[in-house]
Nanobody
Framework: QVQLVESGGGLVQPGGSLRLSCTASGFTFSLYRMNWYRQPPGMERELVATIANSGGSTNYADSVKGRFTISRDNAKKTVYLQMNSLKPEDTAVYYC???????????WGQGTQVTVSS
């Protein structure tokens, strides 16, 4: 069965860093574009970062440009989100999502909580 398992969330002080990981199983990871979304409490889910199936192209929301880096290791079937210079407004549940490059299939992880607070 398809599974996306996120890890690395937690409580961090403003200005700190966290690295989120999302490990896939049950599908051909290298054929999927990978995304990180986040959903602050009471707000809409928003796209944070995207990486092509090859890892050769990335895109970021304006709010995280210069602070967050998405990467992937297809051999490990894992996508990462390195988050630096964290701000309280980064507090959210972070989700990974896989999109088949040909369309027709998408999968979501369960999410991991990131709280930025002093």
């Amino acid at each position: 069965q398809v599974q996306l398992v996120e890890s690395g969330g937690g409580l961090v002080q403003p200005g700190g860093s966290l690295r989120l990981s999302c490990t896939a199983s049950g599908f051909t990871f290298s054929l999927y574009r990978m995304n990180w979304y986040r959903q602050p409490p009471g707000m809409e889910r928003e796209l944070v970062a995207t990486i092509a199936n090859s890892g050769g192209s990335t895109n970021y929301a304006d709010s995280v440009k210069g602070r967050f880096t998405i990467s992937r290791d297809n051999a490990k079937k894992t996508v990462y989100l390195q988050m630096n210079s964290l701000k309280p407004e980064d507090t959210a549940v972070y989700y990974c999502k896989a999109d088949l490059i040909f369309g027709g299939a998408s999968y979501w992880g369960q999410g991991t909580q990131v709280t930025v607070s002093s």
